[in-house]
């Protein structure tokens, strides 16, 4: 096991940064910074952990833009470790605390085309406290890793969903034929 340095690109999509968009304003989310950073990770052979924020306004297009451009710096310098497909939940608080959680049944397409896109050495994780009672079908979408589950640590992106007991994940892994 290494360790891995990480940032998510969240979306390749500038439209996202525009305004009235989930990313206006915010200059750290431009995706050509984080691509730039992704990239220079991996002309310093450092490995590397990204993802996609899924359901933020993105079209499905636009997932497949985001996954082929990782896919692409993974083919150019070999350091992608994992891609997270994170589900968006709202927060409250939030600018977009009355936006729509995304649908169980856009997040699994999303894990099935980037597990279709990623090279299969490439890791595809979900956090399975986003999804509750659905870790099997994150499995069967194509989910090969569960993450940085800690029975020691709360999940610091939602500290309000904590994390599903290690023996439950043995179990739902299990179920799908994976350890």
Known sequence: VS???GIMLESSSERLCKKGGPHWGSPDKQPVRRLQTIENAGRLNIPF???LLV???ETRRERIESLIAIQKLHDKYGHIQEVIVQNFCPKPDTLMANYPS???K???WTIAVARLIMSPEVAIQAPPNLRGDNLDLLLQAGVT???GVSPLTLD???PEKPWPNLDQLREE???SGYE
């Open 106 to 108: 856009e997040h699994l």
């Open 156 to 158: 610091h992106v939602n």
């Open 3 to 5: 360790a891995s340095m």
């Open 55 to 57: 359901g933020i306004g």
């Open 102 to 104: 995304l649908d169980l």
């Open 173 to 175: 892994s299990a179920k």
């Open 49 to 51: 952990t990204t993802g």
């Open 145 to 147: 890793d569960w993450g």
